[in-house]
T-cell receptor, first 109, second 113 residues
Framework: GQNIDQPTEMTATEGAIVQINCTYQTSGFNGLFWYQQHAGEAPTFLSYNVLDGLEEKGRFSSFLSRSKGYSYLLLKELQMKDSASYLCAVRDSNYQLIWGAGTKLIIKP | NAGVTQTPKFRVLKTGQSMTLLCAQDMNHEYMYWYRQDPGMGLRLIHYSVGEGTTAKGEVPDGYNVSRLKKQNFLLGLESAAPSQTSVYFC????????????FGEGSRLTVL
C-alpha cells in the first residue's frame, strides 16, 4: 500500500528553527508537495520538489531524498503566524496525490 | 480574482437527505478535484475531472456522484446522506501543464445527523 508518515504534532519557540519530516512509500514518484493549512482554512501551496536536494523560498526550505523516500520542511525565524498544520503529499506513478495526515505545529512565545 | 469558490460553506443534513456542493473556479483550470478531510487522516480524493464532460473515481467514491458540465464548475452530490459522510469537503483545481500546485476552495463543512 501507499503511505505517507509525518509527526502528528510539534512544538517550537518563536524565532527558532523547526524541521518537519515526511517519509513516503508510494507506487512511483512524480514530485513531493508541502502545503500549509491554518485551522478552519484551506491548504495553501508551500513547495514542490521533484529532484533531490534543497529548495529554498524565503524562511521556508524543503529537502528531498528520493532514494530514502524522505523529505523535510525547514521553517526558520518562526513567527506566531506559522502555527498551522503542514501537509506532505506525494504524486504517484498515476499522477494522483497521496496525502499525509499532517503535522500540527504549535509556536510558543 | 475569486479563485476557487465553494457553496455552501456549512450544511446540516438528516440521514437519507440529498444535497449538492458546488465548486466554481475562474482560473480556466482543466483539472478539478473533490476531497474530504477527516481528523487524523490525510485528504482523501472522492472524484476528479480532467476536463469538461469527464469525471473519474478517486479513493473514496462510494455514496457520491459528480458532474462537470461546464469547465469552471464541478458539482459533488450526495444522494442519500449517511453519518459517515460528516466531514469537511474541499474542492481544488489545477492547470494541466503546471507543476500540479492545487488551488483549494475554502471548504464546506457538512454534518449528517
Amino acid at each position: 500500500g501507499q503511505n505517507i508518515d509525518q509527526p502528528t504534532e510539534m512544538t517550537a519557540t518563536e524565532g527558532a528553527i523547526v524541521q518537519i519530516n515526511c517519509t513516503y512509500q508510494t507506487s512511483g514518484f512524480n514530485g513531493l508537495f508541502w502545503y500549509q493549512q491554518h485551522a478552519g482554512e484551506a491548504p495553501t501551496f508551500l513547495s514542490y520538489n521533484v529532484l533531490d536536494g534543497l529548495e529554498e523560498k524565503g524562511r521556508f526550505s524543503s529537502f528531498l531524498s528520493r532514494s530514502k523516500g524522505y523529505s523535510y520542511l525547514l521553517l526558520k525565524e518562526l513567527q506566531m503566524k506559522d502555527s498551522a498544520s503542514y501537509l506532505c503529499a506525494v504524486r504517484d506513478s498515476n499522477y494522483q496525490l497521496i496525502w499525509g495526515a499532517g503535522t500540527k505545529l504549535i509556536i510558543k512565545p | 480574482n475569486a479563485g476557487v469558490t465553494q457553496t455552501p460553506k456549512f450544511r446540516v443534513l438528516k440521514t437519507g437527505q440529498s444535497m449538492t456542493l458546488l465548486c466554481a473556479q475562474d482560473m480556466n483550470h482543466e483539472y478539478m478535484y473533490w476531497y474530504r478531510q477527516d481528523p487524523g487522516m490525510g485528504l482523501r480524493l472522492i472524484h476528479y475531472s480532467v476536463g469538461e464532460g469527464t469525471t473519474a473515481k478517486g479513493e473514496v467514491p462510494d455514496g457520491y456522484n459528480v458532474s462537470r458540465l461546464k469547465k469552471q464548475n464541478f458539482l459533488l452530490g450526495l444522494e442519500s446522506a449517511a453519518p459517515s459522510q460528516t466531514s469537511v469537503y474541499f474542492c481544488a483545481s489545477t492547470h494541466r501543464d503546471d507543476t500540479g500546485e492545487l488551488f483549494f476552495g475554502e471548504g464546506s463543512r457538512l454534518t449528517v445527523l
